[in-house]
């Protein structure tokens, strides 16, 4: 998708305030090693909402763009999750879910306008995170088998928050240790052995 597409019809007041409105692309909530407990839940009726606008801004897009899609809403857990399914999306997707991280973040800045909070939706498109996170927990569980053979600490490749949490919880499952170090886009999971504590 060429950046017309995205862009087409803001106008350029709007496009200084979504540049100044742009949520982080490190979504903290997301990262294992968070302990902050979020201000209040948000409610079933609030997430739907969030759903419910973020299925129509998607569909504003493809729209525009002329893709044709079919969009489910959910909500699992605190988050709404919007998915699109399409023979025609994988543009929406990119080169390892860089597109589809973008289109979330902006998907995430229209609820936002709309509702005054900060929403923390998942937007897949086309099954992408659903496979991504299969191939993750395997890594991680993987990674943290080496790290226990070796007795080495591992630092992975940097990662989103999203595809972060998933390796932190597949490590964890599997009775080893892990963090998050280093800034965004670099931020990366170094996996730890039992009991070993970094300097």
Not at 29 to 41: L, Q, R, S
Not at 106 to 118: E, F, I, K, S
Not at 126 to 136: D, F, I
Not at 185 to 191: A, E, S, T, Y
Request: aromatic share 2%; hydrophobic share 40%.
């Amino acid at each position: 998708m060429s950046a017309d597409v995205v862009g087409g019809d803001l106008s350029s007041q709007e496009a200084e305030v979504v540049a100044e409105e742009a949520l982080p692309v490190e979504d903290a909530a997301d990262e294992a090693d968070e302990t902050a407990p979020d201000a209040a839940a948000p409610s079933v009726k609030d997430l739907e909402l969030e759903g419910d606008i973020a299925a129509d801004y998607i569909e504003g897009l493809l729209d525009i763009a002329d893709l044709d899609g079919d969009i489910d809403m959910d909500v699992e857990g605190d988050r709404a999750i919007v998915s699109v399914v399409g023979a025609t999306l994988e543009e929406l997707v990119g080169e390892d879910g860089q597109v589809l991280e973008a289109l979330q973040e902006l998907t995430r800045l229209a609820v936002h306008r709309q509702t005054g909070n900060r929403a923390r939706l998942m937007l897949d498109i086309g099954g992408y995170r659903a496979r991504r996170k299969a191939e993750l927990a395997d890594y991680g569980r993987r990674v943290a088998e080496e790290v226990g053979r070796t007795g080495e600490p591992k630092a992975l490749a940097s990662m989103s928050p999203f595809e972060r949490k998933i390796v932190h919880d597949a490590v964890a499952a599997a009775g080893m240790r892990s963090e998050s170090e280093g800034e965004e886009p670099n931020r990366r999971v170094v996996v730890f052995p039992r009991g070993d504590v970094p300097a």
